[in-house]
């Protein structure tokens, strides 16, 4: 089974604003971690927390971990137009990943 | 940082061909490699799993014969897609992960947008 599904969203928000998503999996993890997918291009590593972490801050990013409910969001402050990209969890450790739908989010300038 | 660099990004050829990957590791060797599948607006698949010097672990209902992968070298994977057809059109995209560094991230190439006519 997939893990790492978050609910696949497309989000537009404008530039200085939030932006919020989320991900769920479904059987117990190591740790998960996000990424970023520019389009067409690859994947850039953004975050990893571990399953005894319930918070981590990278820069804008903040990701919270929430074991017992299978589910972790990433949060991005005061976004940018060079944040529009698609944004995806995953699961696995550093072996099989599973990546979840991923988020689809445009900022406007 | 670590880079990979993944050739061609893009092929558009006709059905029949058979299309070669290259997945290179630039700055550090990587005994393992990963080979994902993307179609238009959906996540990555996992492929396969690369390894230098052996022979490749195939994800459930990948095909080895239609996707050849060798690992020769600590740097450079290779994935051919023999007598690829339109189905077989979509982004392939590789990763590496340092050898030695388990913990690490995996670091991925810009992708490879293949085109059957």
């Known amino acids: 089974s997939q893990q790492g599904e978050e609910d696949p969203q497309a989000l537009s928000i404008q530039e200085g604003e939030n932006a919020t998503m989320n991900c769920s999996y479904k059987t117990s993890i190591n740790n998960l971690q996000w990424y970023r997918q520019n389009s067409g291009r690859g994947l850039v590593h953004l975050i990893l927390?571990?399953?005894?972490?319930r918070e981590k801050h990278s820069g804008r990013l903040r990701v919270t971990l929430d074991t017992s409910k299978k589910s972790s969001s990433l949060l991005i402050t005061a976004s940018r137009a060079a944040d529009t990209a698609s944004y995806f969890c995953a699961t696995g450790g550093n072996n099989r990943l599973a990546f979840g739908k991923g988020n689809q989010v445009v900022v406007i300038p | 940082g670590a880079v990979v660099s993944q050739h061609p990004s893009r092929v558009i050829c006709k059905s029949g061909t058979s299309v070669k990957i290259e997945c290179r590791s630039l700055?550090?060797?990587?005994?393992?490699m990963f080979w994902y599948r993307q179609f238009p607006k959906q996540s990555l698949m996992l492929m396969a799993t690369?390894?230098?010097?052996?022979?490749?672990?195939?994800e459930q209902g990948v095909e080895k014969d239609k996707f050849l992968i060798n690992h020769a070298s600590l740097t450079l994977s290779t994935l051919t897609v023999t007598s690829a057809h339109p189905e077989d059109s979509s982004f392939y995209i590789c990763?590496?992960?340092?050898?030695?560094?388990?913990?690490?991230?995996?670091?991925f190439g810009d992708g490879t947008r293949l085109s059957i006519l």
């Open positions: 927390i571990r399953s005894n972490e």
């Open positions: 700055d550090f060797q990587a005994t393992t």
């Open positions: 990763s590496a992960r340092a050898t030695g560094y388990s913990n690490q991230p995996q670091h």
């Open positions: 690369s390894n230098e010097g052996s022979k490749a672990t195939y």
